[in-house]
């Protein structure tokens, strides 16, 4: 038997981080994954027990990092695929992988609920400044000699010093969640959806009306904060490693921001607390989603319940 949330349920989007899907010490194989994985369902599982409607979205950088070594290694047997592929293979493992622990850890509680993982695509401009100044380093660190293979294939790398070369491409501002409806339809169905991985499928509208996927990584944070408001989502959260965003990360008087606005989470930013590439998209992804008059949380994963019920995480609320 299925039973779907209630229909006054709240409608929770739960950004996953890297953690969610990795062993503790980074570690990326199959078996560290799939562990990973069905901690991080236990959590999701004991909320989803309470009848709240929940979708989910989550990270793939390390993954895509694998995808692209086995590109890498296998050049000489097989033309290497390219990164909206990658996103839409990691999307896929990624999916079934939570969907199997999921409804295992909602079994062992009785409440059964139908998952689904939908294959997601997010617009993106061909214009956007990304695609002329790559900034995000993707994949693993080569040698120069390798590097210079894959530039002459027309890749971007640069030089980081000492671990080597690395491959930078586009990051660029996700526009549109193409598959959003979908999305929908099936959370009002009942479905637990998985959506929207690694930020999504990065493409490109062309000028006579086709799509094209483009060769990006798009941020899961902002896409996250997107795809809530696709979906009319009452509250983001942003799951991750730590408990709270803090002030002063990293010195001996550092200060958990917890319930806060949105003009003093802004102001915070302005003042450069946040690491890029870590928190500050985290940051500007509960900032876009409350300004739009919703509350959004960063916590950690084995927080998420408390947090949707506002007694920890970093709380953004509208002014
Ligand atoms: P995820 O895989 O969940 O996206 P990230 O590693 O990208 O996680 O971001 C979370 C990390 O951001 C934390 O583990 C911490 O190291 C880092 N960080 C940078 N600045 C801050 C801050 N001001 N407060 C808390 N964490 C911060
Ligand atoms: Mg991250």
Redesign the pocket.
Known sequence: MTTSAPATAHRVLIA?????MTGPDGSTSWIDQNVAIKAAMEPVADLLATGMAVTLTH?N?PQVGNVLTKNELAAHEMSPVPLDWCGAQTQATIGFTIQDALESALAARGAHRQTVTVVTRTRVDESDPGFTNPTKPIGRYLPRERAELLIAAGQIWQDRGAKGWRRVVASPEPLEILDAQAVCDLGDAGYVVIAAGGGGIPVVRQDDGRLRGIEAVID??LTAALLARSIDADVLV?????D???????TPD?QD?GRVTVSQLEKYAAQG???S??????VEAVLRFARSGHRAVITSLEHIGDAIAGDIGTIVVPD
């Not at 942003?238 to 730590?242: E, G, H, P």
């Not at 709270?244 to 990293?250: R, T």
């Not at 590439?277 to 985290?282: H, R, T, V, W």
């Open positions: 996953l981080g890297g953690n969610a990270g950088g899961k944070d942003i799951a991750t490693d730590v709270h965003a803090v002030l002063g990360y990293g550092q921001i607390h946040f690491g590439g870590s928190m500050a998209p985290k």
